[in-house]
């Protein structure tokens, strides 16, 4: 990998891609060993990268086509490209633990209501998350992984952990989106109790009992008040606008948001290729 005839190099790249994933592991702990020969070290980072990104590639066809969709385990196939040693361990591990606070919290006897109070005291008063109010964002305020370290986030990064959390405790709160970039991603939650003809918010609300907003520190929103937010900022009122989201469109839109981060970074921009290559995939 550092011979001095590049058409060896070239060959010895092709012959190491074609093994394919299996031999990311030897080539991580080769990377490591070789760090006084500067040509091989990049020749194998250079391998190590394609890999990778087969691998992620190849993962996240595969949830695609899956019948459940989880969505923790797309969140971490994407997180995974931008941090490649990232176990999935690690990653749930995270989660457990804000999990395990929220269930101390939430008994069956409360409301709708009483359990996104909360859900909302563990989350943004004891963990202290808050939406970054700087623009353009940073792909670290996207990426899951990282704004579970920063407690800083975008709505998107944001909802995605506070949803996912909420449906591992069968509280039914779901993402809402579409590939509006004015549009705000907001939270729902599902009307499983059959209350929305004692609350009559007094428009078709499409099944959903409230909205939360995760950047207003768990605000929460009728339906009404949302619809007439949307309304007064020249936002479409189709239906996708306001049901909850299949999990398939809330990752392409997790993508779609990566993208637009890593534009805004010139240092990050050489990534754009991979992620619209990923974007294909839907």
């Known amino acids: 990998?550092?011979?001095?005839?590049?058409?060896?190099?070239?060959?010895?790249?092709?012959?190491?891609?074609?093994?394919?994933?299996k031999i990311i592991p030897e080539l991580e702990l080769?990377?490591?060993?070789?760090?006084?020969?500067?040509?091989?070290?990049?020749?194998?980072?250079?391998?190590?990268?394609?890999?990778?990104f087969q691998k992620v590639k190849k993962e996240l066809k595969n949830w695609i086509k899956s019948e459940d969709?989880?969505?923790?385990?797309?969140?971490?196939?994407?997180?995974?490209y931008q941090f490649p040693e990232l176990k999935i361990e690690e990653f749930t591990a995270k989660f457990q633990e804000i999990r395990h606070l929220c269930w101390m919290e939430i008994?069956?006897?409360?409301?709708?209501?009483?359990?996104?109070d909360a859900l909302n005291k563990v989350f943004f008063d004891v963990y202290d998350f808050i939406k970054v109010d700087k623009v353009p964002y940073s792909p670290f305020d996207i990426f899951v992984n990282s704004v579970m370290e920063t407690r800083e986030g975008t709505d998107l990064s944001l909802g995605l952990i506070y949803s996912m959390i909420a449906q591992s405790l069968d509280i039914p709160i779901y993402g809402v989106t579409t590939m509006n970039n004015r549009a705000p991603f907001v939270l729902a939650y599902l009307d499983k109790d059959n209350l929305l003809p004692i609350l009559?918010?007094?428009i078709d609300n499409n099944g959903v009992l409230f909205y939360i907003g995760v950047g207003t520190k768990g605000l929460i929103v009728d339906p009404q008040q949302l619809k007439e937010a949307f309304l007064s900022e020249g936002l479409p009122q189709n239906r996708a606008q306001f049901e909850p989201s299949p999990n398939s469109v809330i990752i392409k839109k997790y993508l779609n948001d990566i993208k637009r981060s890593y534009a805004n970074q010139v240092h990050f921009r050489y990534k754009l290729s991979d992620v619209e290559e990923l974007l294909e995939l839907f």
């Open 1 to 21: 990998m550092d011979d001095s005839d590049q058409m060896v190099v070239e060959h010895s790249k092709d012959t190491l891609l074609q093994y394919g994933e």
């Open 200 to 202: 009559d918010w007094g």
């Open 30 to 52: 080769l990377e490591e060993d070789c760090f006084m020969r500067p040509a091989q070290i990049a020749n194998i980072s250079e391998v190590l990268s394609c890999l990778r």
């Open 107 to 116: 008994n069956s006897r409360q409301t709708s209501f009483e359990k996104v």
């Open 69 to 80: 969709k989880n969505l923790l385990q797309a969140v971490y196939t994407i997180c995974s």
